[in-house]
């Protein structure tokens, strides 16, 4: 009889169908399997058959479909725009290179099929006569949220170190317990994880590091050893202590505390994480015994830059992470005038991102110093809320005069104009101008006369060293800013 019903969408029903009118068995399998279990929607549909690779291809001639992974068995149907992956029923040869199988044997069974796959929970096929076909008890596990290797986990691990990675994801994302012997061997295999591509690793970390902030610091915690050989930057950390009135933990154990707290994105997650990392490198010891870390952002972020590119992170995504990281120790705003120099460089949405950071940092620091800072952040929230609620911050699109005017007092075309703007900007937001067209010609005039060449836009008072080229937006920026 069967136990479990799950709703196949028309379109894998029909591709399932024309397998099978073909004389070849058809299952859904894997990941969608585990997914309807826990009553997720899936992600995508991925088929097993029997029909070899240029069978499968025979039965689909009238669609569009893709041969990329033809080698390994996989055929992708496009079927109504959607993509779909069949996979010919395999067993995987001996392993190279701790990730990639030799060679594959096509086979005719579904049971040794399951065999290969990783996981109990990602071993399940399903049919619609037939039912859950779960030979290793994935189902069981699925509901005692467990994980476990199908199969020897040191053997598992050794053929594929990736699976370490994906088993920590898994653990993270469906919050399961590591089964004991799968927990040991991910220990004794996290040596080679040296040798799996850095953009599998990114794609695996930028999952895990999403999930519920408490139980990613836990897996850091329990998983050193593997974050070691991933991240040897981080090694420093652990052994780091940091003698000082507002900190309870040494630098390891507080920015996993700041990860727990920040907000699940991948900008905050990445920067709590290693906003801290060049602290061992710039750690002082004063006469009274406290520890000072002077600079200690602007190494971190150039230890962070270097991982992350070593990620193969696009820029757009680790610019923002870099910037987090190089503000996180600047003092928050405590007027609307720095508030609004602050909104201009960062946007609305990237300076709530370093509030948000500021109180994560507080936390991971200890219970006081988060309390001694409450006021502060407060206030920093009300004075963005206030920039935004009443329309007040001004940006170079809100000035009474433009470039055209620059130009017709004399100011030649080119990158000159902007940053006289941007000069007279401040001193508006500064309330040294008032936001009237003949006063701020009249100032343009004044610097026309008197300074030539024209020196660079004084910044007062903002912290934001040059030599971090990007906005903190997750997109593009809201404001253009010449000098940002
Ligand atoms: P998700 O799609 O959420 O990442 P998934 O389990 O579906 O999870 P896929 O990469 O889509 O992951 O793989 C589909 C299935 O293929 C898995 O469920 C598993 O059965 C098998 N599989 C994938 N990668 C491996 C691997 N490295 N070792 C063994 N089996 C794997
Ligand atoms: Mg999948």
Known sequence: MKQFEMELPLSVLILMEQLESSGYEAYVVGGCVRDALLGRKPKDWDLCTSALPEEIIACFSKLQIRKDGMEHGTIRVIYEGVGYEITTFRTDGDYLDCRHPRQVQFIRSLSEDLLRRDFTINAMAYHPIKGLIDSFGGKADLQAKYLRCVGEPLQRFSEDALRILRGLRFAACYELEIDSDTSQAIQDCAPLLKDISQERIKEECNRLILAK????????????????????????????????????????????????????????????????????????????????????????????????????????????????????????????????????????????????????????????SLEADLPKLELAQQLLDQLVEERKCLHLKDLEIDGNDLIEIGFEEGPRIGEVLDMILHLVIDGKLTNQKNVLRSEAQRIFNELAPVPAPECPADPIPDSIDSDIHDTTPETSHPSS
């Open 213 to 368: 902030g408490n139980v990613v610091a836990q897996l850091f915690r329990d998983y050193t050893s593997v974050w070691n050989v991933i991240f040897p930057e981080v090694i420093p950390m652990q052994t780091c202590t940091q003698n000082h009135p507002r900190h309870q933990y040494n630098v390891w154990e507080h920015s996993l505390h700041v990860l727990e707290n920040a907000p699940a994105n991948l900008q905050m997650r990445w920067a709590a994480l290693f906003h801290d990392i060049g602290k061992p490198q710039t750690k002082t010891t004063d006469e009274n015994g406290i520890d000072h870390f002077h600079g200690h952002g602007v190494v971190s972020t150039r230890i962070a830059r270097k991982i992350l590119k070593r990620l193969c992170m696009s820029k757009k995504r680790a610019n923002p992470i870099c910037t987090l990281i190089l503000r996180h120790d600047t003092p928050l705003p405590t007027d609307i005038k720095q508030m609004n120099r602050l909104v201009l460089a960062f946007g609305v949405k990237g300076m709530q991102k370093v509030i948000q950071f500021h109180r994560a940092d507080s936390a991971g620091q200890s219970p006081a």
